[in-house]
Structures are given as structure tokens and as C-alpha cells.
């Protein structure tokens, strides 16, 4: 029987030093290559439109791009785009892609692997003096945080401070909800809210507790101070401890049965009516 010739592109890992491309074929090898990669890079990030934004508005961030065996002319400006940044880009038979993914996602052909992203500091936020400042503490949900990220960049509120305990931080998930608005924000993280609030009074800001529990309407809010509006968790709303330390307590109106709103549509009613409020004042 005549022996087949080698097919040299289902060896493991073999690397193109011109393009940074690696060819991953051999079972056991990329095994032992998945288990490295979630050990070491579990923030990763799927599908082509996240991806597509991602390299659009930060390419730096992406470690690895990872992209199915087939496709790379599909994916060609977006695999030399993280070349250029300094990323790898590997390529991955469709399993060994779905593993990486995890069995629920659509991938679609190509996940990318994050560096940790870097937050800024509130000595940083501080000297940005955004107005008005959004607070979050205890917001779990990624995709919430996603869509509230998004709404801020909308409405012009360009940072956003998160608590660092009982808070999602940047993951894969809220950077897809957010649809490319992470990377337009100076995101800051900090460690003891109510330390950080009373920060932001000696700062000269006017702190502003968005809670179906308040005593003042978000229509009779005096919008012309600088203002920080804190949000909380989804089910919960605002810890006591936290609610105590604000100036003032605001709700937003509700004429329906149910008792509260998702908290990333109180973000958006509270930005938007702030902003409407100062354009027609012409107070900011």
C-alpha cells in the first residue's frame, strides 16, 4: 500500500513567523493548550461584531485572537489588525473553538482573549471633573452594566466609577451589552464606597441616590449643581449604608403597577433628563 504524504498543516503549533499564525491540529497538544489558555486568559470575548468593535476601538487589548480553521480569509483585516497591535492570532478546528467558547456560545469562527483591563483611579476621575459622574455599587449583572456603560457614552456622562466589592467589573459579557461604548469612558474602580462618596463631597459634588424609595422627584432635582448619581443592584437598589451618605434621595416617577425599573433604564431616564434639563437652562 502506497503511504500517504505528510499533510505538514496538521502538525501542532506550527508558527509563521512572517504573520504570528499558529495551526493547532493535534488533539492532546490542544488540549493541553485549552487548559493553559483558561488558566491563564479566562476573559475572552466571542462572535464578529463584539470582536470587530473591540479592534476598532482598542486592538491593544486583544492577547490572542483565535479563528476557525477555514475562515481566515473571512477574517483576514481583522487578524492583521491585531498582528499589528502586537497580538498572536491562531487557528483552531471548530471544536476546539466551541470548547474555548463554551458550549452555549456562537463564537461564529473566531474568539478573541483579553489582556486584564486596566481601570483608572479616582484621584484620576477627580481630575477629569466629569458632571455629571456616574456611581455604581452592586450592579451584578454584566449585561447590565453593559447597557448602562452604553447609555452613559450617549448621553455624554464620559466616566463611571464601580465599586470593587458585590460589582461586576469589565467582562467579556458587559463589553459585548455595552456595543463598543467600554472603550469611549474612563471606567474607575474603587474600594470602599462610602469613603469614596465623601471624596467626591470635599470635591465639590452634590451626591444624588437614584432609589424608587426617594423623597424628592427626578423632575424637581436642582440639575445646575455638580452632580454624582449613584445606582444600585439590580433587586436591592441602594445599600443603606451607601444611601445614608448621599445629599439627596431621588426616585423617578412610576404610573404602572410594578414597583421599580431595571437599572439600566433608571441610568438612562436620570442621564438623559439631566442632560435635557441643562441644555434647555443652559446651566452646563
Not at 483565535?66 to 499589528?84: D, I, P
Not at 466551541?98 to 452555549?104: I, K, M, P, Y
Not at 440639575?223 to 426616585?251: C, K, M, P, Y
Amino acid at each position: 500500500m502506497r503511504k500517504r504524504p505528510r499533510d505538514f498543516r496538521r502538525l501542532p503549533f506550527i508558527r509563521h513567523p512572517p504573520d504570528r499564525v499558529a495551526i493547532a491540529q493535534e488533539p492532546g497538544r490542544i488540549n493541553r493548550h485549552y487548559r493553559h489558555l483558561r488558566e491563564e486568559v479566562p476573559e475572552i470575548i466571542y462572535g464578529v461584531e463584539p470582536i470587530r468593535e473591540m479592534i476598532a476601538a482598542a486592538p491593544d487589548r486583544i492577547r490572542n485572537l483565535y479563528v476557525k480553521r477555514g475562515a481566515e480569509r473571512r477574517f483576514e483585516s481583522l487578524m492583521q489588525a491585531v498582528r499589528n497591535s502586537g497580538g498572536e492570532v491562531l487557528v483552531l478546528v471548530s471544536d476546539e473553538l466551541a470548547r474555548l467558547a463554551g458550549s452555549v456560545a456562537r463564537h461564529q469562527g473566531i474568539i478573541a482573549a483579553l489582556h486584564e483591563y486596566s481601570y483608572a483611579s479616582l484621584g484620576q476621575v477627580l481630575a477629569r471633573r466629569p458632571d455629571p459622574l456616574v456611581v455604581l455599587d452592586g450592579i451584578t449583572d454584566p449585561r447590565n452594566l453593559g447597557a448602562i456603560l452604553r447609555t452613559c457614552e450617549c448621553a455624554g456622562a464620559n466616566t463611571v466609577v464601580l465599586a470593587k466589592d458585590r460589582t461586576v467589573g469589565l467582562t467579556p459579557g458587559a463589553i459585548k451589552s455595552s456595543a463598543g461604548a467600554w472603550a469611549h469612558l474612563m471606567i474607575a474602580r474603587c474600594g470602599n464606597m462610602a469613603n469614596t462618596i465623601e471624596t467626591l463631597k470635599h470635591e465639590g459634588y452634590w451626591i444624588v441616590a437614584v432609589d424608587p424609595r426617594g423623597d424628592t422627584s427626578l423632575y424637581d432635582l436642582d440639575v445646575t449643581r455638580q452632580l454624582a448619581l449613584v445606582l444600585g443592584a439590580e433587586g436591592h437598589g441602594i445599600r443603606e449604608i451607601v444611601r445614608r451618605a448621599t445629599d439627596f434621595q431621588v426616585r423617578i416617577p412610576l404610573y404602572g403597577r410594578i414597583a421599580s425599573l431595571n437599572v439600566s433604564v433608571a441610568t438612562a431616564l436620570a442621564l438623559f433628563e439631566i442632560v435635557r434639563r441643562r441644555a434647555h437652562s443652559g446651566s452646563r
